[in-house]
């Protein structure tokens, strides 16, 4: 079993948002007048993001991620927007439309407005395509949020082509959040440990998580996160691959580990935790678990993971 | 060799902030007057942090990061406390003295101001210690450039015993930053790539590195860093470790990689590249370079990933 790969490995055949996208082309961000003149040509595309959902179109009866960027800036005030990249020669950016259009464009004939979730389960993309609506959902988010200089106060202005904000009364610049959440699994030998949030339906189990902080290696963040959570102590930690996860600007870096100890005490955070062999992930992981047992779908890390695991992949 | 293990492998017997510090106790974080009840403690120990400087003190000769907390709180005016966790049942808690006073500490015979990558290169303390004072320098770095809502602008309080900042105006909570970077060696079957920054010493040579985007995996983040500073190519890519680092804020994912193409063309982040063969790097690492190249010492991940290479691994 390859654990980490570029080209992904036979385990990640559907993982959301992991497929490179656009060429990003960093080096136009700074240039003088990039983003007008790429904004301007006949050939520049726009992904369009209203409300955190994505705003799509058709064509010949499918639906279409890319706009045509005269008819995207048309269909709305644009509060932000963001030059993602080059499609071969082709221009892309992200439009962020105003909250306020929201209503209008869901009433439009034109469009269709499917949230980010939906779009990566059903696989409405190409992976690819599903990654740059990923990427923009993700960086307006963020802009949304980082308004005003968390330095001083003063509002902020966007800059190098939508990817940091500057504060002009205190000269701080600001950078898109890209914040590591450590996703794991704890297994003890045979068995490994899913847990159940509150916010999931009464069925559904899935891998532990949580926000890594600072100085911390992924190893730490897992021990710290199963003990915290399930109260199980955990030795060697593997990991496994990572994920770009736009809800709202995460990166999930998943891990197997070992359980060394299998008593499970649950804090508020988890409504539920059990040990489940590996003969009851494979009957979730295809549906059939005789308690209907149900498990994140499998363009989530959480799957993936689970999946590995099922397929003989241990924590040690 | 193993690539990545909890326990570290035989590749990172000396790499800083990568040890697992204090057991941090998060539960306590949010338990009201915790942090008034565990400061009061007379077994209480302080971190102290002053314009981003490590204070130190003495106990018999020997230099000592942890203070008694009564000596600590009278050192200066805390700009910020924060519950850094437990060592066994004693609490130890970061402090963080306002820049005002780092004049007055320095003057101070009974104190002695070493700057955190001075300690780090130096080993001066165990690296548990040396974790903690990283974690405290990045939180309290953290909080300094956090004191307003980025959401709306007004004044944010901290809270969770240090490990948030809230607005009361516009009810957001801001969490601690970690900057995930991707730090990484392309290779070239014999050869690896390393380059120069502007600010290194004119014959210091290192891996190419940079914060990660949303929307990236760890891989497509190393491809684009390799390719828009040094022009060249990336195929499969490769974890091989990870390292927090407190300067300000970033988590180090580092990285082998296999070059596709060879051309050097540097942007403007680079001084020099050059590609440097198995031999040369295991010079460079022993300081014995025939023209006096150097590298980045072994507290960082830098050398690590070098001294992978240099003992054979591979970036396919």
Redesign the interface.
């Known amino acids: 079993v390859t654990l ?4 992904r490995s036979s385990h990640t055949p559907e993982l959301a ?2 497929a ?2 656009l060429h ?1 082309a ?2 136009l961000r700074d240039r003088a007048g990039t983003q007008k003149e790429l904004m301007a040509r006949p050939d520049a595309r726009a992904i369009i993001i209203c409300a955190d959902t994505p705003v799509l179109g058709f064509a010949n009866g499918e639906l279409l991620a890319h706009h045509d960027i005269d008819l995207a800036t048309g269909l709305g005030d644009i509060v932000e927007a963001a030059f993602l990249g080059l499609d071969g020669e082709r221009p892309v950016f992200g439009l962020h439309l105003a909250p306020s259009s929201h209503e209008a464009l869901k009433a439009s004939s034109a469009l269709k407005l499917i949230d980010m979730r939906s779009i990566a389960i059903q696989g409405l993309f190409t992976p690819d395509t599903v ?2 609506i ?2 923009a959902k ?2 307006f988010s ?1 802009h949304a ?11 902020t202005t966007p800059a190098s082509a939508g ?1 940091k904000r500057v504060c002009e009364a205190c000269s ?1 610049e ?7 959440v450590a996703i794991m699994l704890a297994v003890d030998g045979d068995r490994c440990l899913l847990g159940r949030a509150p916010r999931f339906p009464a069925t559904m189990f899935s891998c532990l998580a949580g ?10 963040a ?3 996160e199963i003990k ?1 959570e399930a109260g199980v102590d ?6 496994l691959d ?3 996860w ?1 809800f709202p ?1 995460s ?1 999930m870096i998943g891990c197997l ?1 070992e359980a060394t100890s299998t008593t499970i005490t649950l ?1 508020d955070e988890l409504a539920d935790a059990r040990w489940f062999t590996r003969d009851e992930v494979r009957l979730i992981l295809a549906g059939q678990h005789p308690d209907g047992i149900t498990c994140p779908p499998r363009m989530a890390i959480a799957n993936h993971i689970m999946r590995a695991f099922a397929e003989g992949v241990s924590g040690s």
Chains 1, 2 share one sequence.
Do not use: Y
């Open positions: 980490f790969d570029g080209a948002f992991s490179a996208g990003r960093g080096e990654n740059d990923g990427t993700a960086l963020w949020r980082h308004r005003f200089c968390s330095n001083c106060g003063a509002p990817w701080s600001h950078f898109p959040r890209t914040d590591p926000f890594m902080e600072p100085g911390e290696t992924f190893a730490d897992v021990r710290r915290e955990v030795g060697r930690v593997r990991f990572c994920q770009p736009p600007s990166l580990a804090d």
